[in-house]
């Protein structure tokens, strides 16, 4: 197979070809349901798969790497080549996607001089050494090399965030640099300001958009008249955050309508095909005015739901490819089974307070409290402790700044929680001596768009105490990798913040849900695998739960709750349907 960029067209072995592409996270998604993601994918008529590669999570540490499991990138393209799909791959270095960061890790903030995407040593030396890893893994699947990946994306909607054209133009070389001899293109917003600032002069411009209104393609046209015109993220939902409204951009009719006329005069990428969800601690954040994290299910209304369905908008858009392209697909595949595991009630309780030191063995002793990142964590959760040696009698607390979430206790007592998007965060204690106070704080997920990427989390600045620096903490870095030391007790446990401890059977061979509602917020757990977050205030109200995480027999889950003070219940339910708003 040949691949292309023509005048005005793409070419497949010499003759013309529309990209009709769905975009589908692997990591996202169980390596043991990409088979059944990408059959579906065939079954929808589309001869093409996107995905994005997430950095922070190729590099979770400095020259460690991990392409393994859920991770096997080389495995995906070897499944969509298979299926007869061609392959778009986008690296990053930055992918946005409602990422943590935007797949940049997380230890660049701990980087003395590091300015993200633009012409920083310090950020090219760390992006060049991962693309030299990620590149290395993709280039044998090259359509050049008699694979299925016909073109890569040097940079990401750049028009949204800078204006460095050398910088643009140091990836173009870097990609041709390691031999990367297929099409490369930007994508970005439609507007004549996101065009001029994100666009590469040797790259194919391509837009993200859900609705093609006649504008859009005005400035591809004016600047890059030969190129072919193509969406490469054609939105057909949109992503959800904690406290808002469940929402999509389209209904399935009008969607299906939109990519009728995409295709008579060009190529689309629909974003997304199938969302997945952000397991752990992986969502990112808006944070424009406010801050805005993303909820753990990025079901995103996309043609399959979170646990691969077959949706209305499949179907309409399923019969939109068959027009244009007069081939009747393969037949759809069934949905996967789902099943009810009914209400739980926890066997023991461990308080948080009371396993600090089995979370964090070694913890910092600090004069001030510093951000998560200075303190060498990535993700979770931070707790601040001191003691006083002389009462503090009705003294005001304040703390410069918190990312993103923080609770303060005097011993085992939650005085109140402070949130991000708080006026200030302050409020008055009484402390004995002898007593311990504790901020506890979450990293509800780094920012994906825009200017604030660079904000740290945990305490940001001094704490100050009746108006006078306090010295003095010791800091417990709860990553809550491991819950497996934590010491569960029986019976009544006052503490407001712990983890509970379920039991459960299953057959092994059915995805399901869990359902946290009569907690606050918090994570859950299940046989070891963080399935993220959950909050009361929705509008997602489960987790996704995938068959592959469960074992046939006895199942252990643990829920963590910051905030839960009273014990009235502690049932959690897994049923046999997502509950998305």
């Known amino acids: 197979m040949t691949f292309e960029i023509g005048k005005g067209e793409f070419l497949k072995d010499g003759k013309p070809i529309k990209i009709i592409s769905g975009a589908v996270h692997y990591f996202r998604n169980p390596k043991g349901y990409w088979d059944d993601v990408l059959q579906k994918l065939v079954a929808l008529g589309c001869n093409c798969v996107e995905t994005y590669c997430a950095w922070n999570l190729h590099e979770p540490k400095p020259n460690e790497y991990n392409f393994e499991d859920n991770l096997d990138i080389a495995q995906f393209i070897r499944l969509a080549d298979q299926k007869g799909l061609m392959v778009i791959v986008r690296p990053g270095p930055y992918i946005c996607a409602e990422w943590e960061f935007g797949g940049l890790p997380w230890w660049l903030q701990t980087i003395e001089g590091m300015e993200i995407r633009c012409m920083n040593k310090p950020y090219l030396e760390c992006f060049d050494r991962y693309l030299d890893k990620v590149l290395g893994i993709v280039k044998p699947f090259l359509v050049t090399n008699g694979g299925p990946v016909i073109m890569m994306q040097v940079e990401n909607e750049y028009g949204y965030y800078g204006d460095d054209k050398e910088?643009?133009?140091?990836?173009?070389?870097?990609?041709?640099?390691?031999?990367?001899?297929?099409?490369?293109?930007?994508?970005?917003?439609?507007?004549?300001?996101?065009?001029?600032?994100?666009?590469?002069?040797?790259?194919?411009c391509t837009l993200n958009f859900g609705t093609l209104d006649p504008w859009r393609f005005e400035t591809q046209q004016k600047l890059y008249p030969d190129q072919p015109k193509m969406c490469a993220e054609m939105w057909n939902g949109?992503?959800?955050?904690?406290?808002?409204?469940?929402?999509?951009?389209?209904?399935?009719?009008?969607?299906?309508?939109?990519?009728?006329?995409?295709?008579?005069?060009?190529?689309?990428?629909?974003?997304?095909?199938?969302?997945?969800?952000?397991?752990?601690f992986m969502n990112g954040a808006n944070h424009k005015e406010t801050y805005e994290p993303t909820v753990t299910s990025y079901d995103y209304?996309?043609?399959?739901?979170?646990?691969?369905?077959?949706?209305?908008?499949?179907?309409?858009?399923?019969?939109?490819?068959?027009?244009h392209t007069g081939v009747t697909p393969p037949q759809i595949p069934a949905n996967r089974p789902t099943a009810s595991y009914g209400t739980l009630k926890p066997t023991q309780v461990a308080p948080l307070l009371e396993n600090l030191d089995v979370l964090d063995p070694n913890p910092l002793k600090l004069k001030v409290p510093k951000p998560m990142e200075d303190c060498g964590q990535g993700y979770g959760y931070i707790a601040y402790t001191?003691?006083?040696?002389?009462?503090?009698?009705?003294?005001?607390?304040?703390?410069?700044?918190?990312?993103?979430?923080?609770?303060?206790?005097?011993?085992?007592?939650l005085l109140k929680v402070m949130y991000v998007n708080d006026d200030?965060?302050?409020?008055?204690?009484?402390?004995?001596?002898?007593?311990?106070?504790?901020?506890?704080?979450?990293?509800?997920?780094?920012?994906?768009?825009?200017?604030?990427?660079m904000r740290k989390k945990g305490i940001i600045g001094r704490v100050t105490i009746g108006g006078v620096i306090h010295f003095g903490w010791t800091v417990y870095r709860l990553t809550m990798e491991d819950l497996s030391g934590l010491k569960f007790k029986s019976g009544e446990v006052a503490s407001p913040s712990a983890f509970y401890k379920y039991e459960f059977e299953a057959d092994g061979e059915h995805d399901t849900f869990l359902n946290c509602y009569e907690h606050i917020k918090g994570f859950a757990v299940v046989n070891g695998f963080n399935l993220g977050r959950y909050w009361r205030i929705g509008p997602t109200k489960t987790l996704y739960v995938p068959k592959f995480m469960l074992k046939k027999g006895k199942n252990e889950l643990i829920v963590f709750d910051a905030e839960k003070t009273s014990r009235e219940t502690e049932e959690v339910h897994l049923i046999d349907r997502a509950i998305l708003g």
């Open 238 to 280: 949109w992503f959800d955050h904690w406290g808002g409204e469940k929402h999509a951009t389209t209904d399935a009719e009008a969607y299906a309508k939109e990519l009728d006329g995409m295709l008579s005069i060009g190529s689309a990428n629909m974003y997304m095909f199938i969302g997945g969800t952000n397991f752990g």
């Open 386 to 413: 001191t003691e006083f040696n002389i009462p503090v009698c009705d003294k005001e607390l304040r703390i410069d700044d918190i990312g993103d979430r923080a609770y303060i206790f005097v011993d085992d007592k």
């Open 167 to 204: 910088y643009l133009d140091y990836l173009y070389a870097g990609y041709r640099r390691r031999g990367i001899d297929v099409p490369l293109f930007t994508s970005d917003g439609s507007s004549e300001w996101n065009v001029l600032n994100g666009t590469q002069k040797d790259c194919l």
């Open 424 to 453: 200030k965060y302050t409020c008055n204690i009484n402390v004995q001596v002898g007593e311990k106070l504790t901020i506890l704080v979450e990293n509800m997920g780094r920012t994906n768009f825009g200017s604030k990427m």
């Open 301 to 323: 209304d996309a043609l399959l739901t979170e646990n691969g369905s077959i949706t209305e908008k499949y179907r309409l858009v399923r019969e939109v490819i068959k027009k």
